[in-house]
């Protein structure tokens, strides 16, 4: 039975009340609308019904959604944080990338991502004067069949060791995060620092919302990528540090067992300048893209 036939199936069974809301739509040009708002009204009004919604609770609930969006500007997004620690996130992602041999696991992008990011020269440093243990990571970006990807545009961004990312910080410049673009091999190299487990943001309702539901807000340790170009899939993942306590109750659901890495202990290296490194880790990871789907 297809979506749209399940739902006229379901109309007939629906109150009075939903039924009338459910055929304020029929007359929607656009298929594919029609068929999400009419889903959407009798899920949602469902929902009210299983839980005997009372009026406070729906004021409350209002006054939670605008206070989610107030909370929203240029360098937070308290939306996406509310669809990540509701599991929403992920499955959207589940639903929309299956993947396959030589390709990468996806997971969320998190409410920090603010493009554009400086493109920056492979080798270099983004921790600037950040405080951690020195991080040399070594990437490369391949198809599925592990041809090398050149030119491709690679994001990278994360939190420093004290758990805050640099856009939550007022003043703060470009830290943590860069563009890179792969070499005619698919490789990128950057160094960075070890990242640290971390509190998503509890100073706005998502925050209150954990608490009140007795939930802890911590994300394990990890590095965000981002990775594209034209005819392939965008990829967005992370990599996530092997040991961490939270791997297996991450906030906002974001953990795949593909996704979790050991760095390695190296005594001494130097940087593409020839800069001397004394003791640090040393991160090498594949990433594989998925092309894109051919045009209908």
């Not at 039924?19 to 029609?34: G, M």
């Not at 599991?87 to 696991?105: C, F, P, Q, R, W």
């Not at 493009?115 to 004067?129: F, V």
């Not at 830290?175 to 100073?203: C, H, K, M, Q």
Request: include cysteine; aromatic fraction near 8%; charge should be negative.
């Amino acid at each position: 039975m297809t979506a749209r036939v399940s739902a006229m199936a379901d109309h007939e069974a629906l109150n009075p009340l939903t039924r009338q809301v459910v055929a304020s739509f029929e007359a929607a040009p656009d298929p594919r609308l029609r068929q999400v708002m009419q889903s959407l009204v009798m899920h949602l009004h469902a929902f009210a019904e299983d839980v005997q919604l009372t009026m406070s609770e729906w004021e409350a609930a209002i006054g939670f959604l605008t206070q989610t969006g107030q909370k929203c500007d240029d360098k937070r997004q308290e939306f996406i944080l509310l669809s990540d620690t509701l599991g929403l996130s992920m499955l959207v992602d589940a639903i929309n990338h299956k993947t396959t041999g030589g390709v990468t696991e996806t997971t969320v992008l998190g409410p920090f991502y603010v493009p554009p990011l400086a493109e920056t020269p492979s080798g270099s440093d983004i921790a600037g004067d950040t405080e951690g243990t020195p991080l040399h990571v070594v990437a490369q970006v391949t198809s599925p069949d592990g041809a090398p990807v050149a030119d491709a545009w690679v994001d990278v961004w994360q939190a420093d060791d004290d758990g805050y990312y640099d856009v939550q910080k007022p003043g703060q410049t470009e830290n943590l995060r860069a563009r890179f673009r792969t070499d005619a091999e698919g490789r990128v190299s950057f160094w960075s620092i070890v990242p640290t487990s971390y509190p998503i943001p509890t100073d706005g309702p998502v925050g209150r919302m954990l608490g009140a539901v007795g939930r802890h807000p911590y994300r394990p340790a990890h590095v965000h990528f981002m990775i594209g170009k034209d005819g392939y899939e965008t990829l967005v993942t992370h990599l996530f540090m092997a040991g961490d306590a939270y791997l297996h109750s991450d906030a906002v659901f974001g953990v795949k067992d593909e996704l979790i890495v050991t760095p390695l202990d190296v005594a001494e290296g130097a940087t593409e300048a020839g800069d001397r490194v004394g003791p640090h880790k040393r991160l090498d990871y594949v990433f594989g893209l998925r092309p894109s789907a051919p045009a209908a």
